[in-house]
Nanobody, 123 residues
Framework: QVQLVESGGGLVQAGGSLRLSCSAP????????MGWFRQAPGKEREFVAI???????HYADSVKGRFTISRDNAKNTVYLQMNSLKPEDTAVYYC?????????????????WGQGTQVTVSS
């Protein structure tokens, strides 16, 4: 199965910024929306943001106004720009392709998950 590759995580102080990247085979970008989820220790994987191929985006309320998802189809890459980071943003961040079958904010609607990238925000 096709898998995506995330990068860009790290340790940052509260209020700082990070940009995550997710690369995938070209055919994925041409046909599917791409999304970011995150999973904190002991918690379920939760929706963060999604970018549709036509440019529309949606965000979780917890990150709205701080995070921006974007996609570069020429580079087959989706990005997550994270600003004003908070300790509660600490998690492993995953990107996936939206294959449908459910709502865009449901984990079960996605596939081809990457291995994840750790984001740690210190207070």
């Amino acid at each position: 199965q096709v898998q995506l590759v995330e990068s860009g995580g790290g340790l940052v102080q509260a209020g700082g910024s990070l940009r995550l990247s997710c690369s995938a085979p070209g055919r994925i970008f041409s046909g599917y929306a791409m999304g970011w989820f995150r999973q904190a220790p002991g918690k379920e994987r939760e929706f963060v943001a999604i970018s549709w191929s036509g440019g529309t985006t949606h965000y979780a309320d917890s990150v709205k106004g701080r995070f921006t998802i974007s996609r570069d189809n020429a580079k087959n890459t989706v990005y997550l720009q994270m600003n004003s980071l908070k300790p509660e943003d600490t998690a492993v961040y995953y990107c996936g392709a939206y294959y449908g079958g459910g709502y865009y904010y449901e984990r079960e609607s996605f596939g081809s998950w990457g291995q994840g990238t750790q984001v740690t925000v210190s207070s």
